[in-house]
């Protein structure tokens, strides 16, 4: 198994532009978690989706959306973009929704906003 | 609100000699606390989790529930070690939000 699995690895967007980010679980989990990452800092909690349902939401604005297709892949979108938005994008995976179990992550997606 | 301090953003120590990352957090609830290590062009993974009690590399951390900390130890660091270090708290609530802190970069010299 190659692991959770992201595409693209690095893009380059404009302002005002929209993005959609791809995520790959490890084959059997169902729970799929993506998180922003801005330079120097920790990664921060966006959205939670098990069995096709958002099971929680960072704080983040409207312009950010995600989905969960029923072979447990998921999409992240971000409308708008702002340079602010410009950061490395994880997703993991668990097999479970919640409890202290491990999260699997990918190698991340590169946006940059320019 | 839930919150992970690393005060540390660098620590380096010498082949040898006993290391010590400090994650303080802030949470009302009984937390899930967990430690991330991100090595050289490697990706995120679990290093070790406070519910199983367990050292993993020789490190170990424990859960002072008084003090709000979740510190990691090993008594002998090794080259190897040198990694990037994230503390992270999980409130539960049935979803699995991570709550990471800045991370701490630990350097080992040889």
């Known amino acids: 198994d190659a692991g959770v699995t992201q595409s693209p690895t690095h893009l380059i967007k404009t302002r005002g532009q929209h993005v959609t980010l791809r995520c790959s679980p490890i084959s059997g989990h169902k729970s799929v978690s993506w998180y922003q990452q801005v330079l120097g800092q920790g990664p921060q909690f966006i959205f939670q989706y098990y069995e096709k349902e958002e099971r929680g939401r960072g704080n983040f604005p409207d312009r950010f959306s995600a989905r969960q297709f029923p072979n447990y892949s998921s999409e992240l979108n971000v409308n708008a973009l702002l340079l602010g938005d410009s950061a490395l994008y994880l997703c993991?995976?668990?097999?479970?929704?919640?409890?202290?179990?491990?999260?699997?992550f990918g190698p991340g997606t590169r946006l940059t906003v320019t | 609100a839930q919150r992970v301090t690393q005060p540390e953003k660098l620590l380096s120590v010498f082949k040898g000699a006993p290391v010590e990352l400090k994650c303080n957090y802030s949470?009302?609830?009984?937390?899930?606390l967990f430690w991330y290590v991100q090595y050289s062009r490697q990706r995120l993974q679990l290093l070790l989790r406070h519910i199983s009690r367990e050292s993993i590399k020789g490190f170990t951390a424990d859960l002072n529930k008084g003090e709000t900390s979740f510190h990691l130890k090993k008594p002998f660091a090794q080259e190897e070690d040198s990694a990037m270090y994230y503390c992270?708290?999980?409130?539960?609530?049935?979803?699995?939000?991570?709550?990471f802190g800045q991370g701490t970069r630990l350097t080992i010299n040889p």
């Open positions: 949470y009302s609830g009984s937390p899930e």
């Open positions: 993991a995976s668990s097999t479970v929704s919640g409890g202290p179990y491990e999260q699997y």
């Open positions: 992270a708290l999980s409130g539960g609530e049935g979803a699995q939000k991570l709550v």
